[in-house]
């Protein structure tokens, strides 16, 4: 952040792509809330994105900031339907997956 974060090209900043789901909760938390604290030192118009660990459910990551405390916090969810059981075969049912 001290060398680029102001950089034109630095929009969005995400400290860990997917995080392990078993890494310890109080950890993570402990580490998103100071890599945010760091980058809006430095640049507070840079958004902090933040990987949902494989948890998606938003019970988990509601308390991870203040509800007036959100502003440029981006949540980043990767659902892997390649994977899913069974198997979608059409756009209606890949779409299902979401609902």
């Given at each position: 952040m001290l060398k680029w974060g102001h950089h034109p090209a630095v929009y969005a900043l995400e400290p860990a792509n997917e995080p392990w789901d078993k890494s310890d909760l109080p950890t993570l938390f402990d580490f998103y809330r100071r890599v945010r604290a760091t980058i809006r030192e430095i640049n507070p118009a840079v958004k902090f994105v933040f990987h949902d660990s494989f948890r998606p459910k938003a019970s988990i990551w509601n308390e991870l900031f203040a509800d007036d405390d959100i502003e440029n916090v981006v949540l980043d969810n990767h659902t892997y339907l390649a994977w899913t059981q069974p198997r979608n075969?059409?756009?209606?049912?890949?779409c299902g997956t979401f609902a």
């Open positions: 075969d059409d756009v209606t049912s890949y």
